[in-house]
Nanobody
Framework: QVQLVESGGGLAQPGGSLTLSCATS????????VGWFRQAPGKEREGVSC????????YYADSVKGRFIISRDKGKNTVYLQMNSLKPEDTAVYYC?????????WGQGTQVTVSS
């Protein structure tokens, strides 16, 4: 059974950092693209970053480029999103996603709030 479990969210001050983790199970992480999405109150879910796991490389939304870094640890079956220089507009629920054959695989989300 495929599972994605996010953690690491919380409250951060503007300019601060947080690192989100997504523990995966039920599939071989190294074979699939994984990514992070976020949804702020009253807004649609948007893509933040994606790691293709192949020569297609990584993708970052313009709003986070240069501040966020996506990575994966194949041994721990975990995907990370390191978030630096956080801004209030980064406040959202962050979701982990795996691009698997069949139904989309999503985590339950973790809340990130950036406020002074």
């Amino acid at each position: 059974q495929v599972q994605l479990v996010e953690s690491g969210g919380g409250l951060a001050q503007p300019g601060g950092s947080l690192t989100l983790s997504c523990a995966t199970s039920g599939f071989t992480l190294e074979y699939y693209a994984v990514g992070w999405f976020r949804q702020a109150p009253g807004k649609e879910r948007e893509g933040v970053s994606c790691d293709s796991g192949s020569f297609y490389g990584t993708y970052y939304a313009d709003s986070v480029k240069g501040r966020f870094i996506i990575s994966r640890d194949k041994g721990k079956n975990t995907v990370y999103l390191q978030m630096n220089s956080l801004k209030p507009e980064d406040t959202a629920v962050y979701y982990c996603h795996a691009n698997l054959p069949g139904p989309d695989a999503w985590g339950q989300g973790t809340q990130v709030t950036v406020s002074s």
